[in-house]
């Protein structure tokens, strides 16, 4: 069949030949090696219509080459924009806040109150606190890692309740 399309592929009935025996294979090479997010259906689709735009210029044996190499080409800008777009946005993250600075301020500050007061407390106590409310562990599983009773894990987290309230203005906690 090729012997009656002569070699030009700007020839209606020669394109699309061209187009019947490789837009399946282009399409799952496309798929298999870049996924589905750099929609091959489209990308094979633009591969033939550069194909067209060039028909004068390429030859029926070096057809398949062409749309392989322009699909591919395009497959890679693809994920060149996209990776782009996601350095820009971790570049750009929400670089402001409804927050007034005051209260930034506020913040930070208690923040910072808030570590030293915790750093002061015993250490027994600040494991307690931290285990129970950092990681929400369970009084009782509390007792098994530090091999103490629930009764001296209770004292522990109740008396660092105390001296954080006691330290630290405002604060509550659940």
Same mark, same amino acid.
């Given at each position: 069949?090729?012997?009656?399309?002569?070699? +030009? #592929?700007?020839?209606?009935?020669?394109?699309?030949?061209? =187009?019947?025996? $490789?837009? &399946?294979?282009?399409?799952?090479? /496309?798929? $298999?090696? =870049?996924?589905?997010?750099?929609?091959?259906?489209?990308?094979? &689709? +633009?591969?033939? #219509?550069?194909?067209? +735009?060039?028909?004068?210029?390429?030859?029926?044996? @070096?057809?398949?080459?062409?749309?392989? @190499?322009?699909?591919?080409?395009?497959?890679?800008?693809? #994920? *060149?924009?996209?990776? %782009?777009?996601? *350095? $820009?946005?971790?570049?750009?993250?929400?670089? $402001?806040?409804?927050?007034?600075?005051?209260?930034? /301020?506020?913040?930070?500050?208690?923040?910072?109150? =808030?570590?030293?007061?915790?750093?002061?407390?015993?250490?027994? &106590?600040?494991?307690?606190?931290?285990?129970?409310? %950092?990681?929400?562990?369970?009084?009782?599983?509390?007792?098994? #890692?530090?091999?103490?009773?629930? @009764? %001296? %894990?209770?004292?522990?987290?109740?008396?660092?309740?105390?001296? /954080?309230? +006691?330290?630290?203005?405002?604060?509550?906690?659940?």
């Amino acid at each position: 069949m090729a012997k009656e399309l002569n070699e +030009d #592929i700007c020839k209606e009935k020669v394109f699309e030949h061209i =187009y019947n025996k $490789y837009a &399946q294979d282009l399409q799952s090479f /496309l798929f $298999y090696k =870049y996924g589905d997010k750099s929609n091959p259906n489209d990308l094979t &689709q +633009d591969a033939f #219509i550069k194909l067209w +735009d060039n028909c004068k210029s390429v030859s029926l044996s @070096k057809a398949k080459s062409f749309l392989y @190499k322009v699909a591919n080409n395009m497959a890679l800008n693809v #994920i *060149k924009h996209e990776k %782009v777009i996601l *350095k $820009y946005k971790q570049e750009h993250k929400n670089n $402001y806040t409804n927050e007034s600075p005051e209260f930034l /301020l506020e913040e930070n500050q208690f923040l910072e109150q =808030y570590k030293r007061v915790l750093e002061n407390l015993k250490e027994e &106590q600040r494991v307690a606190f931290l285990l129970s409310k %950092v990681e929400g562990k369970k009084h009782r599983e509390i007792a098994e #890692i530090l091999g103490v009773s629930q @009764k %001296v %894990v209770e004292y522990r987290i109740y008396t660092a309740f105390s001296t /954080l309230k +006691d330290e630290l203005e405002g604060f509550k906690i659940k």
